[in-house]
């Protein structure tokens, strides 16, 4: 069951980025609620403004009107350092391109956000070998990501997004870079992550993708047009 507390609330966003040839209106008065454990797909074509919203959601940029919550504290609120402090230690970070790093460890990889966040090396290191065994990335923690194929390179990258157990884990088309055996792999995994109570906001333009969300929102130039509950046929099928 969800529970009924908001971990995400997003009110009347507008973003408009200026031009040399006209304002681009990003998001036109947006509204957005996540609540604890849910597992929420944005969906929408190219321009959109999914990449701007998520931006927005991570503080990464600040809206023209309109305000980001998380956690029940507004963005807006909060100084660059406060900004950066809030996704340290609320927000987990999923990307298409992996961005890890190829010269460390795999197990540096997970240890680093932490250690950066203030946790002790002990710690971090019992967080990150918990977390290598529950993605099945155990028997590569010595090797370098180079050598992972794409499926695990990427459950390397929700690993490190999960080592300061963020409120919310930020998926920005997670499955986008792989193969399908690959990207099945990641799916299977953010369902598992999800059934666990975490919470997840993905963006993805890919319908197959976003049939693992327990909610599928859609939008369209810079609005939600439609936010319906989507219980998952693979979800069914584990009831049965």
């Known amino acids: 069951m969800i529970a009924s507390e908001s971990v995400l609330v997003a009110r009347h966003l507008r973003k408009t980025f200026q031009s ?6 990003a998001l036109r008065g947006l509204d957005l609620d996540v609540r604890r454990g849910e597992f929420i797909a944005v969906m929408g074509p190219s321009g959109c403004g999914k990449s701007t919203l998520l931006n927005l ?6 809206p023209s009107d309109g305000e980001v919550l998380v956690a029940g504290v507004s963005l807006a609120s909060l100084d660059e350092n406060g900004r950066a402090r809030m996704r340290r230690e609320h927000m987990g970070f999923v990307f298409q391109f992996f961005n890890l790093l190829d010269e460390i460890s795999v197990l540096e990889n997970v240890v680093l956000p932490a250690v950066i966040a203030g ?8 967080r990150a070998g918990d977390l290598l065994d529950l993605l099945g990335l155990n028997e590569k923690a010595s090797v370098h990501p180079p050598l992972l194929s794409g499926g695990q390179r990427q459950r390397l990258a929700i690993a490190r997004a999960l080592a300061n157990e963020p409120t919310i884990l930020l998926a920005d088309e997670p499955t986008g870079a792989l193969d399908s055996e690959g990207g099945d792999e990641v799916l299977e995994l953010l369902r598992r992550l999800h059934d666990g109570g975490q919470t997840i906001v993905l963006v993805t333009h890919d319908e197959r993708v976003a049939g693992a969300a327990s909610r599928i929102v859609r939008m369209r130039d810079g609005r939600v047009v439609e936010a319906q509950p989507h219980p998952a046929p693979w979800a069914s099928a584990r009831m049965a």
Not at 119 to 126: G, K, M, P, V, W
């Open 20 to 25: 040399d040839a006209a304002p681009v209106r």
């Open 119 to 126: 946790a002790s090396r002990r710690h971090a290191e019992a």
């Open 57 to 62: 959601v991570a503080g990464l940029d600040e």
